[in-house]
């Protein structure tokens, strides 16, 4: 009895001790997550191509700037792009959803609409993803008394 005794504490000593070893396992689970607009936020320079009427552009080394304004919102300050008298200034696009989680994040279809501060209107669609640090960008813009929309798309790792 005496033996069957020493081996069932032996068993409950070895189960305490592999316990106390499994809680202090680095768990990931364990550290809170970012907000996912935290997880888009920063800046991403590389190039961005856009097409009027079937006529394509690309614009080298442009920068986007993506900065979190509530947990699951950004504002996305799109470049100045182009040449004058053509040239678009920087537009600053509000209120972006983000959603998603573990690295993958999706940017919601967002409309905006304004004036530059040369009286310009400009307005169009906006949306997304991020994932791997890469954030890309499709918008269509319409900018000042253009006919016809620009389609643009931008794609880069985050700086």
């Excluded at 961005?48 to 950004?74: I, P, Y």
């Excluded at 537009?91 to 959603?99: A, E, F, G, N, W």
């Amino acid at each position: 009895m005496k033996k069957i005794t020493a081996f069932l504490a032996a068993i409950m000593l070895f189960g305490g001790i592999t316990s106390v070893f499994s809680s202090c396992a680095d768990n990931k689970d364990d550290e809170p997550a970012l907000p996912a607009a935290e997880n888009v936020a920063g800046t991403y320079t590389g190039d961005m191509t856009c097409t009027v009427m079937g006529d394509e552009s690309v614009f080298e080394n442009l920068t986007f700037e993506v900065n979190a304004t509530d947990d699951a919102t950004v504002e996305i300050t799109l470049p100045s792009f182009g040449n004058p008298p053509m040239q678009v200034p920087q537009i600053s696009v509000p209120d972006v959803k983000v959603s998603g989680s573990d690295g993958i994040y999706t940017l919601a279809t967002t409309t905006f609409s304004g004036t530059t501060d040369s009286g310009r209107a400009v307005s169009g669609t906006i949306e997304g993803g991020y994932a791997d640090d890469v954030l890309t960008v499709r918008f269509n813009l319409q900018y000042g008394a253009m006919p016809m929309p620009m389609i643009c798309a931008f794609s880069a790792p985050k700086n």
